[in-house]
């Protein structure tokens, strides 16, 4: 496992822009993002590879929210733009050591979160 801590949440306007960071404290060959809205289950939004040639999006977020990473410093990114009210939830990111998966329950490394609130 590896250790995440994520960065960049706080309070925009609807239609403004954030972007998350994740730092891990070391390689994680697969990883994503996942969010949890009050009251609500924790919701599986995006993936990415090692090589970053591999994305995943839930239909919600896609076309407004984009996944990098940058491996040399170990960081995971979650740029998201055209913001609604709807994507207000801690947001968490996630490792998986075997590789890039879509398979929520194989993800072992967790952030602690930081929080989004989108106002209207």
């Known amino acids: 496992q590896v250790r995440l801590v994520e960065s960049g949440g706080g309070l925009v306007q609807a239609g403004g822009s954030l972007r998350l960071s994740c730092a891990a404290s070391g390689r994680a060959l697969g990883m994503g993002w996942f969010r949890r809205a009050p009251g609500k289950e924790r919701q599986f939004i995006a993936a990415?590879?090692?090589?970053?040639?591999?994305?995943y999006y839930v239909p919600s977020v896609r076309g407004r929210f984009t996944v990098s990473r940058d491996n040399a410093n170990n960081t995971l990114y979650l740029q998201m733009n055209n913001l609604k009210p709807e994507d207000t939830s801690v947001y968490y990111c996630?490792?998986?050591?075997?590789?890039?998966?879509?398979?929520?329950?194989?993800?072992?490394?967790w952030g602690q979160g930081t929080q989004v609130t989108v106002s209207s």
């Open positions: 996630a490792a998986v050591p075997t590789g890039y998966t879509l398979v929520p329950g194989e993800y072992d490394s």
């Open positions: 990415i590879s090692w090589s970053g040639n591999s994305t």
